[in-house]
């Protein structure tokens, strides 16, 4: 069991996730580098919470929607990652730690969904 956790945290993370890693590829045609994204962690324990808030663009009040991503403490992952959760694909914006009086209790990752 990873540092920090325990078992009614692990009991909410009822999603799994991918967690991938940007690699270097070949070079292009143009002598550009192309990169590619590789699997560093599968099958990862996970919980992905959607949130809203309402900002104020042009006067106009718009509802704007992100994703807030738990892990287990211990795991790797940096906004040089991305994730996979049930077949769409998030960016990660930020990483931080939540941490408990003893320990690191777990990790929360803020998202974006990745369209197209």
Known sequence: MPV????????LLKD???IQAKTVG????LGQQVFAWTNETEDEP???EVTSDTE????QAVVVQGYNLMLQSGVTISE?????????TYSVNAV??????????????VL???KG
């Not at 009086?101 to 990752?109: F, K, P, Q, R, Y």
């Open 4 to 11: 920090g956790a325990n078992d009614g945290f692990l009991s």
């Open 16 to 18: 799994t996730c991918t």
């Open 26 to 29: 070949v070079t292009d045609g």
């Open 46 to 48: 996970c919980r992905l």
């Open 56 to 59: 104020i663009i042009n006067e």
């Open 80 to 88: 040089d990652h991305r994730v996979i959760i049930s077949g769409l």
């Open 96 to 109: 931080r730690g939540a941490d408990d009086a003893d320990s690191a209790h777990h990790i929360e990752a």
């Open 112 to 114: 974006d969904l990745i």
